[in-house]
């Protein structure tokens, strides 16, 4: 009867389970190991892997705690309806995860899923047999708990507390977990199937030519009958942790305005495979070039780089191929942003960590080492980006996706949030950041020449970084790098391909109450950053090229009837788009602005593009003071900034 059962789960399926239980653990321990090892190619996220093994091996604990109570002389299996219900719904789970993933052709993330079934389906039918033989007892007497003689008072009470706890502790652990994994699975489905890969993955060898991993290029107006015309094309890259979609519409509008354009998805990011780790910033720039040599793209580039997608632009030019670029145009672009700030504040400990940058620089041949600026704040900053790496395939940081008020084009907008949600958002961003957030700064001093060094130093200015080739544009025949008839500003600067930076005023604005502050400590930090933003702009248009524009974008926007603010390259794109290529040409003429000058200006024609630009420092009295002065509605889009003689009070 029920009662002479033997106390063993030495069986077929108990064995089974047992060996799958097995199985799972050592899986979940294994890509912990995995997930965290340096010097290597990955494909995915391999934290899903390890989740869905831990609830493998939660499946397969519970499984053999049925089977072993089904089977047991001395046990009596508690709450034998819940144990069915759990099985059947960790059963619905897995499929749901094996639904998800499969329609994402992650063959690998549904096998595991699919594994879950074994030890679901055993909990559920042993459960229900222990249900039907409790029953059969209950018609013949036998009690439903009945001790051992030599069972101690003490180990029944610990049986019976056994048998309470463990179920409801490691349900609510199955269910959470697997509920976590399956939600994120349908939700990747369903972007999946609402938003198409819209350019061609690419494939780029890394790693010295020993590992292969796709690339995303994503293009508009580019077309063979293009290709043939060996017109320019403008790259774009995106600023740190965003994706393709952030430039779509600039993308677009640079296409509607009849010039080609691409964006390529650093590794990671939009649809390009995670690629190499530890990440070489100069691997990834030369991955860049072959993937447009391979799209194919074989016309002369113009680099248009936003954020850090711009000292990106600076380091293909020195680490990749010069001789294809023949324009550059920087957007909020700043060389690192961590050091400017501690240096505008004048903290003793910058001029220290900047000479250990210097002494330990970038090899051309050598792997960047890593040399940690703000070792703390790194630290700190780095083990985020590490959590939420963790996490995403719990779905967790779906609730963090950031609203994008006025992004366009809006018809894309869905598709932007998705890229922020799937399980390689955040290993991007842990891989880009390398464990130092000046570590794409750190790579691009090896390329600075003593002569641009002394012009850095002679202004008393922190950060370094060298001007662009004399080679740029070299391979293709352009008016774009007509030399200037002028002597340049900067006796060392060679190249002479035109270079457009441009910032918003807001940057450069020293009005707290513009900006809502009112804190006076929190002021005085503003007005000092906002004086080096606008000096380090200026650095940039002496050293980068002899034909260097700085515009400076303010007032109101005809795309959006709302003020120019540091979102305008993904909300007035189409705006942006027409400036650039207005400036950008009549820097060729030669007509409209020099580099020889300390201004430069771009003047629409049109009352379309309607936002006026302007940053004129005042006195070096004013240390960070900008004023905004507006043009006239004629001069809709004219853009201008004037650099003083004032200089920073710190040093180097």
């Known amino acids: 009867m029920w009662y002479f059962r033997k106390h063993t789960v030495v069986s077929v399926p108990g064995l089974i389970v047992l060996a799958l239980t097995l199985s799972f653990g050592i899986a979940f321990f294994a890509y912990i190991g995995v997930a965290n090892k340096r010097s290597r190619l990955v494909k995915r996220n391999e934290f899903l892997y390890m989740w869905e093994a831990f609830i493998g091996t939660t499946l397969g604990l519970q499984a053999l705690f049925v089977v072993s109570a089904y089977r047991a002389s001395n046990r009596y299996l508690y709450w034998t309806l819940g144990w069915i219900l759990y099985g059947i719904v960790m059963c619905a789970l897995a499929l749901c995860v094996v639904g998800g993933y499969g329609a994402t052709k992650d063959a690998g993330a549904a096998i595991w899923a699919v594994l879950w079934a074994v030890p679901a389906v055993a909990i559920s039918v042993y459960a229900a047999k222990a249900r039907r033989g409790y029953a059969v007892d209950r018609v013949m007497g036998i009690p439903e708990f009945r001790p051992r003689l030599s069972d101690s008072r003490g180990s029944v009470l610990c049986m019976v507390a056994l048998d309470t706890a463990f179920p409801w502790t490691t349900w609510l652990i199955g269910v959470f977990f697997a509920l976590l994994v399956a939600i994120q699975a349908l939700a990747l489905a369903n972007d999946h199937r609402l938003y198409k890969q819209p350019g061609r993955l690419v494939p780029v060898q890394t790693n010295g030519g020993e590992d292969w991993y796709d690339m995303h290029v994503w293009c508009a107006g580019y077309d063979a009958e293009t290709q043939k015309s060996n017109r320019p094309v403008f790259v774009l890259l995106p600023d740190f942790g965003m994706p393709s979609t952030s430039m779509q519409g600039l993308m677009q509008g640079f296409a509607n305005a009849g010039h080609p354009a691409c964006i390529v998805d650093r590794p990671g990011y939009g649809w390009s495979e995670p690629g190499y780790w530890m990440q070489d910033p100069r691997d990834v720039v030369q991955s860049i070039n072959q993937a447009l040599d391979k799209y194919p793209v074989a016309n002369p580039l113009i680099l248009v780089g936003w954020g850090e997608g711009g000292v990106w632009s600076q380091l293909y030019m020195q680490a990749a191929d010069a001789t294809r670029v023949i324009g550059m145009v920087l957007l909020d672009t700043y060389p690192n942003l961590e050091i400017l700030q501690t240096f505008a504040l004048n903290r003793t400990t910058t001029l220290q960590n900047l000479r250990q940058f210097r002494s330990l620089g970038a090899s051309r041949t050598d792997p960047v080492p890593v040399v940690n600026f703000d070792r703390p704040l790194e630290r700190s900053v780095s083990r985020m980006f590490s959590d939420w790496r963790a996490v995403s395939p719990l779905a967790l940081h ?162 959006d009837k709302t003020e120019c603010d540091v979102d305008f390259v993904w909300r007035r794109p189409e705006w942006l788009a027409k400036v650039v290529v207005k400036q950008l040409f009549s820097q060729t003429s030669g007509t409209e602005s020099s580099s020889s000058e300390s201004s430069s200006s771009a003047k629409p024609t049109s009352s379309s593009e309607s936002a006026a630009v302007s940053a004129k420092p005042t006195s070096s009295s004013e240390s960070a003071a900008v004023s905004v002065e507006p043009t006239s509605d004629s001069e809709s889009a004219a853009t201008s900034a004037e650099p003083t003689s004032a200089e920073p009070t710190a040093s180097v």
């Open 398 to 559: 779906r609730a963090r996706n950031a609203e994008w008020p006025g992004f366009q084009p809006q018809t894309s907008l869905g598709m932007h949030k998705s890229r922020f949600r799937d399980n390689l958002h955040y290993q991007a961003k842990y891989f880009e950041y390398g464990g130092s957030g000046a570590r794409l700064y750190q790579s691009l001093l090896d390329y600075v020449s003593p002569s641009i060094d002394s012009v850095l130093v002679y202004h008393h200015w922190p950060l370094r970084w060298p001007a662009l080739p004399a080679t740029a544009g070299s391979a293709f025949t352009s008016s774009l790098t007509r030399r200037q008839a002028s002597a340049p500003v900067v006796t060392a600067v060679t190249s002479n391909i035109p270079v457009i930076l441009i910032a918003s005023s807001a940057q450069f604005n020293s009005d707290c109450s513009a900006h809502k502050i009112s804190d006076s400590e929190e002021c005085t930090k503003w007005q000092a950053f906002a004086w080096f933003y606008y000096r380090q702009q200026i650095e940039y248009q002496q050293t980068l090229s002899q034909n260097a524009a700085l515009l400076a974008c303010v007032g109101e926007v005809e795309e």
